[in-house]
C-alpha cells in the first residue's frame, strides 16, 4: 500500500483543472533524460486515456538512448518542429511542467511557456522550486519524478489506468535516477511502486540495457579515453575530474548522449566521494557533478557555476574556457572537501 500522496486539496484542485481542459501540453527541461521523459509520456498517455489531446513538447531532441519508450516518435522538440512546437503551447488550455523547478531550464522553450497564459502546473522533485505555476507537487525527497507521478495517479483514483505502456515510462525514469535503485532510493515504498510497474509487464532488463548500458562503439572509445587519460584524481580530496575539450569529443564523433553516466564512473573508486566532469559545449562549459556520503554537489554548482541539482546530483554552466572552469574547481575544492569530511557515511 502507497501510503505518501499528494496533498487532497491540490489533488481536487488538479481534477478540476483536467476536467476543464481538452488540448495538455507537457514540457521537460533541456537534455531529457530517463526521467524527464518517463515521467511526461507517461503522464501523457494517462491523459490521452482519458479523452484529452495530449502531446509533449521538449526544448531539444532526446537522447537515442531512450527511442525505446512507448510514445517517444510523438514528441515535439523545439529544435525540430520550431513553429509547431511554440503553436501547441499557445493553443494548450493546460499546461504540465515536469521534472525542472525553474523556467530556465527549458532553455528556448522558456519564452513560449512563459508566453502562455493558460494554467501551468509544476510536477517535480528538485529543490527549491522556483515560483512559476499555478499549483505546485514539488516533492524533493522522491527519487524521481516519474516516482511522484505515480503516486499522483494514485491520489487521482486511476491507478487502474497504469497499462504496461504507461508502466514502462514510469519504471524507465526510476531507474534512470535512482541508477538502478542504487542511489536516492531509501524509501521501502519506491520498491512497492517498482513491484506495482513490475506487474504490468515492464521489461526492466531492456530498460537498463537500453538507457543505462548499451553505448555506440565510438561513445565506448570516447569513455575509456576519457577515464584513461583525462581522469583527475585528488586523492585527499576525494574527488575526481574530467575534461574533455571539444577537439576531443569530435575525434570520437560525439553525439549527446554519448557522455551520459560518465560523471558516476569515478565514484566506484574506493574512498572517492565526488566526481566532477566538465565537457566543452558550443557556448560554454558543461559541468555535471555527483557525489556519495555527506559530500554535497549541489552547493558546490551553485555557488562556483551559477547551476543546482539535487543534494548529489547537480550541474551548471561556465560561459568562459575550459582550462578556466577547471582551474574555478580545483581552487575551491579544499574548501568544501574540508566542510564535508566529517560527514563521511555510505
Known amino acids: 500500500m502507497i501510503s505518501e500522496l499528494p496533498d487532497a486539496g491540490k489533488v481536487k484542485e488538479l ?3 483536467l476536467s476543464t481542459a481538452q488540448r495538455v501540453v507537457l514540457t521537460c527541461h533541456v537534455r531529457p533524460d530517463g526521467d524527464a521523459m518517463g515521467s511526461t509520456l507517461a503522464l501523457c498517455s494517462l491523459l490521452n486515456k482519458m479523452g484529452k489531446k495530449a502531446r509533449v513538447v521538449t526544448p531539444d531532441q532526446p537522447p537515442r538512448s531512450l ?4 510514445g517517444i516518435s510523438d514528441v515535439v522538440p523545439l529544435t525540430k518542429y520550431p513553429d509547431f512546437a511554440p503553436r501547441l503551447l499557445k493553443e494548450a488550455d493546460l499546461i504540465f511542467c515536469c521534472d525542472y523547478n ?3 531550464r527549458t532553455d528556448s522553450l522558456e519564452p513560449h511557456l512563459m508566453g502562455s497564459d493558460v494554467s501551468r502546473v509544476l510536477i517535480d522533485h528538485h529543490e527549491s522550486p522556483e515560483d512559476f505555476c499555478d499549483l505546485s507537487f514539488s516533492f524533493p ?3 524521481s519524478t516519474s516516482e ?3 503516486r499522483l495517479i494514485c491520489a487521482l483514483g486511476l491507478a487502474e489506468e497504469i497499462d504496461k505502456e504507461i508502466a514502462t515510462c514510469l519504471a524507465t525514469g526510476i531507474i534512470t535516477d535512482t541508477r538502478n535503485l542504487s542511489v536516492n532510493c531509501d524509501n521501502p515504498e519506491l520498491l512497492l511502486i517498482m513491484y506495482e510497474l513490475l506487474r504490468q509487464g515492464v521489461d526492466k532488463r531492456r530498460i537498463i540495457e537500453e538507457a543505462l548500458d548499451s553505448v ?3 561513445s565506448f572509445k570516447l569513455r575509456l579515453y576519457a577515464l584513461g587519460h583525462k581522469m ?7 574527488t575526481a575530474i574530467t575534461c574533455l575539450d571539444a577537439e576531443e569529443l569530435k575525434r570520437f564523433n560525439y553525439v549527446r548522449g554519448d557522455t551520459e553516466g560518465l560523471v558516476n564512473e569515478p565514484l566506484n573508486i574506493r574512498g572517492f566521494r565526488a566526481s566532477f566532469f566538465l565537457r566543452e559545449d558550443d557556448k560554454c562549459v558543461k559541468i555535471s557533478a555527483r ?7 549541489r552547493d558546490i554548482c551553485a555557488d562556483l557555476f551559477g547551476g543546482g541539482g539535487h543534494l548529489q546530483a547537480a550541474g551548471g554552466e561556465f560561459s568562459g574556457s575550459l582550462a578556466e572552469a577547471r582551474k574555478i574547481l580545483v581552487e575551491a575544492l579544499p574548501k568544501y572537501a574540508s566542510k564535508y569530511s566529517n560527514s563521511k557515511k555510505k
Not at 527511442?67 to 512507448?70: C, D, G, I, V, Y
Not at 583527475?232 to 576525494?238: A, G, M, N, Y
Not at 557525489?291 to 554537489?297: A, P, R
Open 291 to 297: 557525489s556519495k556520503g555527506g559530500f554535497i554537489v
Open 102 to 104: 525553474a523556467p530556465k
Open 67 to 70: 527511442s525505446f519508450l512507448p
Open 15 to 17: 481534477k478540476h483543472k
Open 148 to 150: 511522484l507521478v505515480f
Open 232 to 238: 583527475e584524481l585528488f586523492t585527499d580530496l576525494q
Open 216 to 218: 555506440t562503439a565510438d
Open 141 to 143: 525527497r522522491m527519487s
